[in-house]
């Protein structure tokens, strides 16, 4: 059956009656803000001190609108005798958002949170040149970052916390054992031997010298008296 001429006019004038009708929903921009959602992707930020230049951003990037340099420095041994060691230091950390896609793939693959997104979207530039952001101004938009949703009730800990507060609570309780082991009283000491021959000798490890024997017959010699010989012979 051929359609109806003017069919589709009448068709398109009754949908601008029906919404003539509808309270209209538009927002005042610029005067009137947005309510924009916690993980609108809206600018990049950097943490600069998160940033071991590990250069994965930069490889992964599929725009390759990421550019970075560094150098490397050399660490002076903590102890004597050890070794040095070299770490990277970052010198430029740049994203043209004039190539960017926001794909976030930079922001996955980072493996130290040194990228987050930024609800921010208000960055135009009437140079393009403008819109290659150096690691200054990517700093800046940290300040915009929004704090992360809070998990579930249900939700597992995540293990940075349950490590940190495991450390935190075998602190408290070597804390706690310091005062009471300081409060228990010193145990009595020994008291010393007495000094003579015997305890010089056993400080020494050699046998305390014998004492001599007394004889308990009456006849025997008193002291100072000399013994006499027996008769008929020399003793």
Same mark, same amino acid.
């Given at each position: 059956?051929?359609?109806?001429?003017?069919?589709?006019?009448?068709?398109?004038?009754?949908?601008?009656?029906?919404t003539?009708?509808k309270?209209?929903h538009?927002?005042?921009?610029?005067?009137?803000?947005?309510?924009?959602?916690?993980?609108?992707?809206?600018?990049?930020?950097?943490?600069?001190?998160?940033?071991?230049?590990?250069?994965?951003? #930069?490889?992964?990037c599929?725009?390759?609108c990421?550019?970075?340099?560094?150098?490397?420095?050399?660490?002076?041994?903590?102890?004597?005798?050890?070794r040095?060691?070299?770490?990277?230091?970052?010198?430029?950390?740049?994203?043209?958002?004039?190539?960017c896609?926001?794909?976030?793939?930079?922001?996955?693959v980072?493996p130290?949170?040194?990228?987050?997104?930024?609800?921010?979207?208000?960055?135009?530039?009437?140079?393009?040149?403008?819109?290659?952001?150096?690691?200054?101004?990517?700093?800046e938009?940290?300040?915009?970052? &929004?704090?992360?949703?809070?998990?579930?009730?249900?939700?597992?800990?995540?293990?940075?916390?349950?490590?940190a507060?495991?450390?935190?609570?075998?602190?408290?309780?070597?804390r706690?054992t310091?005062?009471?082991?300081?409060?228990?009283?010193?145990? #009595?000491?020994? &008291?010393?031997?007495?000094?003579?021959?015997?305890a010089?000798?056993?400080?020494?490890?050699? #046998?305390?010298?014998?004492?001599?024997?007394?004889?308990?017959? &009456?006849?025997?010699?008193?002291?100072?008296?000399?013994?006499?010989p027996?008769?008929?012979?020399s003793?």
């Amino acid at each position: 059956m051929a359609p109806i001429p003017g069919s589709g006019l009448a068709k398109g004038l009754a949908v601008t009656l029906r919404t003539m009708t509808k309270k209209s929903h538009t927002a005042q921009y610029p005067d009137a803000q947005p309510e924009l959602p916690p993980r609108t992707r809206g600018v990049i930020g950097l943490f600069e001190e998160n940033c071991t230049v590990c250069m994965l951003c #930069a490889r992964e990037c599929p725009d390759w609108c990421i550019y970075i340099d560094s150098h490397k420095e050399t660490i002076p041994a903590a102890t004597p005798g050890g070794r040095e060691r070299s770490r990277n230091v970052l010198d430029r950390f740049a994203i043209d958002f004039a190539l960017c896609m926001y794909c976030g793939i930079c922001i996955e693959v980072c493996p130290f949170d040194a990228l987050f997104w930024s609800p921010e979207f208000e960055y135009a530039e009437t140079d393009i040149h403008e819109l290659t952001h150096e690691r200054d101004k990517l700093r800046e938009w940290m300040w915009t970052v &929004p704090e992360p949703p809070a998990l579930d009730p249900g939700a597992e800990e995540p293990k940075e916390i349950a490590a940190a507060r495991k450390a935190a609570e075998k602190l408290a309780a070597a804390r706690a054992t310091e005062p009471a082991a300081a409060a228990e009283p010193a145990p #009595a000491s020994e &008291p010393a031997p007495p000094a003579g021959p015997a305890a010089t000798a056993q400080a020494d490890g050699s #046998a305390a010298p014998e004492a001599p024997e007394t004889p308990d017959t &009456p006849d025997a010699p008193g002291a100072g008296q000399a013994r006499r010989p027996a008769e008929g012979g020399s003793e």
